[in-house]
């Protein structure tokens, strides 16, 4: 069963503008883990947060971490089109990753 | 270097055949994945194996088996394919299972006419 759903299913902007995803989840986790995925490509992980974590950065990424409302948010600044793909949250509950759907964003040059 | 590859890339076949998903990794991680991505992008896991012992298995069809030579690889064999099947395999490994990255092989296309 999936656990993380993001939200929104598809996004876009223009090139520049900040680009916010948001990912919720039902159970209790040790981890939350955001991907990328480029069209027809394996998934390539971009950061990882903690469950005693509530925020992290890494390049113009940035994630936040909310465990009393099971949520968490990936922030991309400054987008380029580039950037255009999709992203998935992923929990980890006791060992056992579960990936949402995705938000699929669109970066328009 | 391709750190985890999958062969083949496309999978065309027919119903009721019998077909094998290689993936090797040389990362020298002790974790190994297979995951199913279906039309609607949901990635849902389906083995990983450590140190080639299986440690998750979902509700996953028995036609599915997967097969792991060493740990460096973990093959997927599917047995009698359906049309439901059609969708793209992802294997992923990882140092070990638990709080670790994964890192994904380019996937691989099935379409079960």
Redesign the interface.
């Known amino acids: 069963s999936?656990q993380g759903e993001e939200d929104p299913q598809a996004l876009s902007i223009q090139e520049g503008e900040n680009a916010t995803m948001n990912c919720s989840y039902k159970t209790s986790i040790?981890?939350l883990?955001w991907?990328r995925q480029n069209s027809?490509?394996?998934?390539?992980?971009l950061i990882?947060i903690?469950s005693n974590e509530r925020e992290k950065h890494s390049g113009r990424l940035r994630v936040t971490l909310d465990t009393s409302k099971k949520s968490s948010s990936l922030l991309i600044t400054a987008s380029r089109a580039a950037d255009t793909a999709?992203y998935?949250c992923a929990t980890?509950v006791n060992?056992?990753?579960?990936?949402g759907?995705?938000t699929r964003l669109t970066v328009k040059p | 270097d391709t750190a985890?590859s999958q062969t083949p890339k496309y999978l065309v076949t027919q119903m009721g055949n019998d077909k094998s998903i290689k993936c090797e990794q040389n990362l020298g991680h002790d974790t190994m994945?297979w995951?199913k991505q279906d039309s609607?992008?949901?990635?849902?896991?389906m083995f990983s194996y450590n140190n080639k012992e299986l440690?998750?298995n979902e509700t996953v069809p028995n036609r599915f088996s997967p097969k792991s030579p060493d740990k460096a690889h973990l093959n997927l064999h599917i047995n009698s394919l359906e049309l439901g099947d059609s969708a793209v395999y992802?294997c992923?490994s990882s140092p070990a299972?638990?709080?670790f990255?994964?890192?994904?092989?380019?996937?691989t296309r099935l379409t079960v006419l």
Request: glycine share 14%.
């Open positions: 999936q040790n981890n883990q991907y027809g490509r394996g998934l390539v992980h990882l903690r999709s998935f980890d060992n056992d990753m579960r990936f759907a995705g | 985890v994945y995951y609607k992008k949901f990635l849902k896991i440690i998750i992802f992923a299972s638990g709080v990255e994964q890192f994904f092989g380019p996937g």
